[in-house]
């Protein structure tokens, strides 16, 4: 059956960074755009980067943006978040997703996104 698995998540102190990886398993995504998204407790889900088939295309959000970097390996069939100088806003539960819709094509809301990991931990102390 189809797996998105995160990996990477932790404890870190702030200004420290971390690499976030998502293997997929038992569907093709290369084609697919990738995205990670983060929630923290009391808040919405909300879009940290997304990046398209080969990476010519990439979205981050704008509390991420100059710190984070999405990239992708289609030959592993996986999907890495380097995150440096966290802040301890950053904590969050981190899931990666895909969309197998979207053949070369790069998405950004959440909703659009139809396969999911079960999310890891990434905890910032200050």
């Known amino acids: 059956q189809v797996h998105l698995v995160e990996s990477g998540g932790g404890l870190v102190q702030a200004g420290g960074s971390l690499r976030l990886s998502c293997a997929t398993s038992?569907?093709?995504?290369?084609?697919?755009?990738m995205g990670w998204f983060r929630q923290a407790p009391g808040e919405e889900r909300e879009v940290v980067a997304t990046?398209?088939?080969?990476?010519?295309?990439?979205y981050y959000s704008d509390s991420v943006k100059g710190r984070f970097t999405i990239s992708r390996d289609n030959a592993k069939n996986t999907v890495y978040l380097q995150m440096n100088g966290l802040k301890p806003e950053d904590t969050a539960v981190y899931y990666c997703?895909?969309?197998?819709?979207?053949?070369?094509?790069?998405?950004?809301?959440?909703?659009?996104?139809?396969?999911w990991g079960q999310g890891t931990q990434v905890t910032v102390s200050s």
């Open positions: 038992g569907r093709t995504f290369t084609l697919s755009p």
């Open positions: 990046i398209n088939w080969n990476g010519s295309s990439t």
């Open positions: 997703a895909a969309d197998s819709r979207l053949n070369y094509g790069l998405a950004y809301a959440a909703p659009e996104y139809n396969y």
